[in-house]
């Protein structure tokens, strides 16, 4: 398992993307936290967890996963991995630890670099290890998010312009979604605000912020009864990252490559 690991990291230095996303993750977190350089260590990771995670890391995790999910079609290599043999159970779980471990690692390095910003701004860094279980914890729960996409793009079978469309379009309704009161504030059930994976990721961070004004603490106290538990949020993205899964292993099992 582990020298699988490794081989499917050592696909990535062929990808630029995945270059890109190296330097995503050192260089958005500098510039978010110079915008927010006025403000709190909280606010400042905050907005690692959000801008960092839901508009770059969910996209570059469904566009990683295209790579991986049909690299071995594009160098005529999986009939030979099966000759090993390597089950495709195995080589769909594996594609999809190398996913988590970018994803938490991704957020891990926004953590340090927002936090070393902060220390050179001699911005008071409080409550550093609660504010790192926060973000790491996103990183996980965005891997779990980015799963629904990534079924549908193995469904489809390799088709580039419609996974960018794919990954456009799943990004955008996700993190548009979190905006809407009538998603948002409703009580956990069989719903959008439930079901969807993003809704459920801020209904879960929103409760570990700290409102300012007037406008945002009238907004908290309204919304405070529909924030949703850590158990809840992570069973239920635990739930359906398992469907997932399974889907995906159903799928590339079924192919005949």
Same mark, same amino acid.
């Given at each position: ?79 030979? %991995?099966? *000759? /090993? ?10 594609? =999809?630890? #190398?996913? @988590?471990? $970018? ?8 953590f340090f670099i927002s936090t070393i910003y902060a220390v050179s701004q001699d911005i008071p860094v409080v409550q550093p290890l609660f504010q790192f279980y926060l973000t790491a914890s996103t990183g996980m729960l965005m891997w779990?998010?980015? %799963?629904? *996409? /990534? ?10 312009? =419609?996974? #960018?469309? @794919?990954? $456009? ?64 949020? $992570? ?23």
């Amino acid at each position: 398992m582990v020298n699988l690991v490794y081989a499917e990291f050592l696909k990535f230095k062929r990808k630029r993307i995945f270059t890109l996303g190296i330097l995503a993750a050192f260089i958005f977190p500098f510039f978010n936290a110079a915008i927010l350089a006025e403000s709190d260590f909280a606010d400042i990771q905050s907005g690692v967890r959000e801008d960092n995670a839901f508009l770059i890391l969910m996209p570059l995790l469904i566009i990683l996963a295209v790579n991986l999910f049909f690299a071995e079609l594009e160098n005529n290599t999986l009939k030979n %991995l099966l *000759c /090993i043999p390597v089950s495709k159970i195995k080589l769909v779980l594996v594609k =999809l630890l #190398v996913l @988590l471990i $970018f994803s938490i690692a991704f957020q891990i390095t926004g953590f340090f670099i927002s936090t070393i910003y902060a220390v050179s701004q001699d911005i008071p860094v409080v409550q550093p290890l609660f504010q790192f279980y926060l973000t790491a914890s996103t990183g996980m729960l965005m891997w779990a998010a980015s %799963l629904p *996409c /990534i079924v549908l793009v193995v469904w489809f079978n390799k088709s580039s312009i =419609l996974s #960018v469309i @794919l990954v $456009f379009f799943y990004t955008l309704l996700n993190y548009t979604m979190h905006f809407s009161d009538h998603i948002m504030m409703q009580p956990i059930g069989f719903h959008t605000g439930t079901l969807m994976p993003v809704p459920m990721i801020f209904r879960w961070l929103y409760q570990f912020y700290t409102p300012s004004g007037d406008v945002q603490t009238a907004f908290y106290q309204r919304f405070s009864q529909y924030f949703a538990s850590t158990s809840e949020c $992570f069973s239920i993205l635990l739930l359906e990252a398992i469907i997932c899964i399974v889907c995906m292993i159903r799928i590339y099992s079924s192919r005949e490559y």
